[in-house]
Structures are given as C-alpha cells and as structure tokens.
C-alpha cells in the first residue's frame, strides 16, 4: 500500500537559516507529489507539486523540492526561514493508478525562532 | 482569487446526534473530496464524487457517512449517528479536472462529538 513518511514531527529553525523537511513514499511507480502548508486555523494552502518533468520544482514564498526518484524522496527546502514561514507542513501523494485521492504523511510543524 | 468555503469553522454535537457539514467548492470545479484529520493524526481520504456519484470512498466511509450535491454550489457530508471518534477536523476539496491531480482545500469544519 501507498504510504507517506514524513521525518520530524517538529523542526525548529532559526529565522535565515536553512529549512529542511523531509518526505519518503513508497510507491513502486513514481506518483504526483505535493507540499501544503497549513497555518494556525486556515485550510490546507499548495506550496508546490511535481507531475512530470523538472525534478527540482519551486513554489510559492521561496519553497522549492526535489523529486529524487533513487530514494524515493521529496523534501522541502528553504534557502532561508522567515517567521511567517512557522505553520503545519504536509507531504502527500497521488498514487495514479485508477484514484484521484491524496494519501498524506502525518506533518511537521516548522518553528522559527527569532 | 476563488477558494473553497466551508461552514460550520466548528460544530459540537451530542453522540447518536446526525450533523451535516457544508462546503461550496470552486465553482468550475468537477471533482469534489471530503478528508479528515483527527487531532495529532495524518489527513485521511474520506470520499471523492464526480457527476454527482461517489468516484471512490475508504473504509472509513461506511453507512453512517453521505454526501450528496443538493444544487450546483454546495457539497454536504452528513454523519447519521455520530459517535466519539467521529471527532476530528474535516477539510473539502475540489479540483478542476483529473489530469492535474491539484485539489484546492477549504478551511476545515472542526467537529466535537460530546
């Protein structure tokens, strides 16, 4: 069965640091993959997804990620944190085959210390 | 820009008691999903609905959930007889078509089962 990993259930980062968060599926074809962020009593908001071509995708608000097929990965990255960049981060995918639904990893909850 | 609504933002309700959660999606939108999060847990799939028919639903759908197309705007889920565990933030999605496989999420219902 499809499944999302996401490493981290809390990262803390200080502001103009790097930002990191990792994603892991398992999927034996590579499936749609997408980032979401949510903040403190909003809806889920699209940072960014891969479909096909470039593996190295940029979304809104400075995010970008890497589709690395070898290690089955997609992790989030922010050459700089801002604090508005403190929400909920979420890693899910869309297997393909047959079904349009999202399986989601269980999110990481970005701190940005000042 | 269009976005998603969602009403209730929160619901509490008593066990056995039948409630029904309220979403307009894009209004160009085709594809129609209900997910769930139940507090410290992952977003779980729930229910898709295309031409006004259930496309696909999980095992947690069973007879006690529905939803149903009343007009062309809203997007209901009805929980029959709601139990404790129903308890948990519910989020509605819609999507333009298939081959993009980008859902656009609303704000959530938060749903307390007393």
């Known amino acids: 069965a499809q499944s999302v990993t996401q490493l981290g259930s809390h990262v803390s980062v200080s502001e103009g640091a790097l930002v990191l968060l990792r994603c892991n599926y398992s999927?034996?074809?590579?499936?749609?993959l997408f980032w979401y962020v949510q903040y403190p009593n909003q809806g889920l908001q699209l940072l960014l997804k891969y479909t096909t071509g470039a593996t190295l995708v940029k979304g809104i608000n400075g995010f970008e990620a890497e589709f690395k097929k070898s290690e089955t990965s997609f992790h989030l990255t922010k050459p700089s944190a801002h604090m508005s960049d403190a929400a909920e981060y979420f890693c899910a995918v869309s297997p393909l085959k047959g079904t349009y639904k999202y399986i989601f990893g269980t999110g990481t909850r970005l701190k940005v210390l000042a | 820009e269009p976005e998603v609504t969602q009403t209730p933002s929160h619901q509490v309700t008593q066990m056995g008691q039948e409630v029904i959660l309220r979403c307009v999606p894009i209004?160009?939108?085709?594809?129609f999903y209900w997910y769930r999060q139940i507090l410290g847990q992952k977003v779980e799939f729930l229910v898709s609905f295309y031409n006004n028919e259930i496309s696909e639903k999980s095992e947690i759908f069973d007879d006690q959930f529905s939803v149903e197309r009343p007009d062309g705007s809203n997007f209901t889920l009805k929980i029959r007889s709601t139990k404790l565990e129903d308890s948990a933030m519910y989020f509605c999605?819609?999507?333009?078509?298939?081959?993009?496989?980008?859902?656009?999420f609303g704000p959530g219902t938060r749903l307390t089962v007393t």
């Open positions: 999605a819609s999507s333009p078509r298939t081959n993009t496989y980008e859902q656009y």
């Open positions: 209004s160009n939108h085709l594809y």
């Open positions: 999927s034996s074809v590579p499936p749609y």
